[in-house]
């Protein structure tokens, strides 16, 4: 059951921007400082507070917290089940939180901190509020390479537990403004530092003592990246059962069993190998859901966008040649499905490398697996 949605906070409103722009003068710079500090007061007090990363908005809290770890919960309205990340601004904050970092877990942070990549480590028992870690012997941790976020978490002087900041089941937030329309009067501040740049969440990973790597979300480091630094990586399985036909297998990261980011509206993906014949029936499914008199549009990369005529709301991609331009504008595209009332969607596939992985992934989920296949 979902928590209510109860909005009775006066949320703040802190502008950070000039502390990730280039162009930003002296002054500027010092206001942003000043809103990093306040904002880190807050977190430091117990409040809840939204910040930029470089993947995604957190909603953050003193991850030592049961109280303002609650109030995350409550404000997002999040299954319980569901564990949260925990996040640092200094590599020497670990040693608190965890018991043992192996070999491989050590040569993963080495490589990709500060960045897109958590690590499920054993978590020192009483380092974090047992809500933190849903039950969990484990707790996720990750770094984010973002100048606010690490800023703010040093300033709070406490490791910060961080799901993304938005409504559960709802697209994660690119931009301050996601995070106001899902989470305004429900917590306690939010500071703006502008458009992430990933656009979807952390990869998630767990080190085996063998060397092995298993991804558990894939997320903003590919596995490619992955397989350069460990000896070798597989995917839960869990991630690979499709949703057809047998009971898919538990996933490891509890919160992989949820559906996300899907829009209000109907969406199907249509993949093939032949990019007219794609074309063709996606063009005849919006022909036909105009003629039911839906409210339709279309998620499409950058060179077949031309191709399509009629629909009500036409979103880019990007170049197929870039996914990481996809992983950017994703979320963004399913809350503008969603503000533009549109009831039936139709996305094109893109090829499951490097960040083109995570972006399937989180399509997928966000069509609960409705896929054409031409
Ligand atoms: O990029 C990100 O990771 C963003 C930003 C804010 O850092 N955070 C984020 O958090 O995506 P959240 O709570 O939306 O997703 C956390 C995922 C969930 O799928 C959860 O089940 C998994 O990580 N997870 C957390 N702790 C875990 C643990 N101890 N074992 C397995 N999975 C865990
Ligand atoms: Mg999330």
């Given at each position: 059951?979902r928590?209510?949605?109860q909005?009775?906070?006066?949320?703040r409103?802190?502008?950070?921007?000039?502390w990730?722009?280039?162009?930003?003068d002296?002054?500027?710079?010092a206001?942003a400082?000043?809103?990093?500090?306040?904002?880190?007061?807050?977190?430091?007090?117990g409040?809840?507070?939204?910040?930029p990363?470089?993947?995604?908005?957190?909603?953050?809290?003193?991850?030592?917290s049961t109280?303002?770890v609650?109030?995350?919960?409550?404000?997002?309205?999040?299954?319980?089940?569901?564990p949260?990340?925990?996040h640092?601004?200094?590599?020497?904050?670990?040693?608190?939180?965890?018991?043992?970092v192996n070999?491989?877990?050590?040569?993963l942070?080495?490589?990709?901190?500060?960045?897109?990549?958590?690590?499920?480590?054993?978590?020192?028992?009483?380092?974090?509020?047992?809500?933190?870690?849903?039950?969990?012997?484990?707790?996720?941790v990750?770094?984010?390479d973002h100048?606010v976020?690490?800023?703010?978490i040093?300033?709070?002087?406490?490791?910060v537990?961080?799901?993304s900041?938005?409504?559960?089941?709802?697209?994660s937030?690119?931009?301050?403004?996601?995070?106001?329309?899902?989470?305004?009067?429900?917590?306690?501040?939010?500071?703006?530092?502008?458009?992430?740049?990933?656009?979807?969440?952390?990869?998630?990973?767990?080190?085996g003592?063998?060397?092995?790597?298993?991804?558990?979300?894939?997320?903003?480091?590919?596995?490619?990246?992955?397989?350069?630094?460990a000896a070798?990586v597989q995917?839960?399985?869990?991630?690979?059962?499709?949703g057809?036909g047998?009971?898919?297998?538990?996933?490891?990261?509890?919160g992989?069993?949820?559906?996300?980011y899907?829009?209000?509206?109907?969406?199907?993906?249509?993949?093939?190998?032949s990019?007219?014949?794609?074309?063709?029936?996606?063009?005849?499914?919006?022909?036909?859901?105009n003629?039911?008199?839906?409210?339709?549009?279309?998620?499409?990369?950058?060179?077949h966008?031309?191709?399509?005529?009629g629909?009500?709301?036409?979103?880019s991609?990007?170049?197929?040649?870039?996914?990481?331009?996809?992983?950017?504008?994703?979320?963004?595209?399913?809350?503008?499905?969603?503000?533009?009332?549109?009831?039936y969607?139709?996305?094109?596939?893109?090829?499951?490398?490097?960040?083109?992985?995570?972006?399937?992934?989180?399509?997928?989920?966000?069509?609960?697996?409705e896929?054409?296949?031409?």
């Amino acid at each position: 059951m979902r928590d209510q949605d109860q909005r009775d906070k006066h949320t703040r409103y802190w502008d950070a921007t000039a502390w990730v722009s280039p162009s930003a003068d002296g002054l500027a710079e010092a206001k942003a400082e000043e809103a990093i500090a306040e904002a880190a007061q807050v977190l430091a007090g117990g409040g809840t507070v939204a910040f930029p990363t470089e993947t995604v908005y957190g909603l953050g809290g003193d991850a030592r917290s049961t109280e303002a770890v609650e109030n995350i919960f409550k404000a997002k309205g999040r299954p319980s089940d569901n564990p949260l990340i925990v996040h640092i601004a200094e590599e020497s904050q670990l040693a608190e939180l965890v018991t043992e970092v192996n070999d491989t877990a050590r040569r993963l942070m080495a490589e990709f901190w500060p960045g897109p990549l958590t690590l499920v480590l054993p978590v020192r028992p009483g380092a974090v509020s047992p809500r933190v870690t849903a039950g969990l012997s484990t707790v996720g941790v990750r770094m984010p390479d973002h100048a606010v976020a690490l800023r703010l978490i040093a300033a709070a002087g406490c490791p910060v537990a961080a799901p993304s900041a938005n409504r559960s089941g709802r697209p994660s937030p690119t931009l301050a403004s996601h995070v106001g329309e899902d989470l305004d009067g429900a917590i306690d501040g939010i500071v703006d530092g502008g458009p992430t740049g990933v656009g979807l969440e952390s990869t998630v990973v767990e080190c085996g003592a063998d060397g092995m790597v298993t991804v558990l979300r894939p997320g903003g480091i590919t596995v490619e990246e992955l397989a350069r630094v460990a000896a070798s990586v597989q995917l839960d399985p869990a991630l690979e059962s499709g949703g057809g036909g047998e009971a898919p297998a538990r996933p490891k990261a509890p919160g992989m069993k949820y559906t996300h980011y899907a829009p209000s509206g109907s969406l199907r993906i249509v993949m093939g190998a032949s990019q007219e014949a794609v074309a063709a029936r996606i063009q005849a499914e919006l022909d036909a859901a105009n003629a039911r008199g839906e409210v339709t549009g279309i998620l499409a990369f950058e060179e077949h966008l031309a191709k399509y005529h009629g629909a009500h709301t036409m979103l880019s991609l990007g170049s197929l040649a870039a996914p990481e331009t996809a992983a950017q504008r994703l979320y963004a595209a399913l809350r503008q499905f969603d503000e533009a009332g549109a009831t039936y969607m139709l996305a094109e596939a893109c090829p499951e490398e490097g960040l083109g992985a995570a972006v399937m992934n989180r399509l997928l989920k966000a069509a609960g697996h409705e896929v054409i296949y031409v």
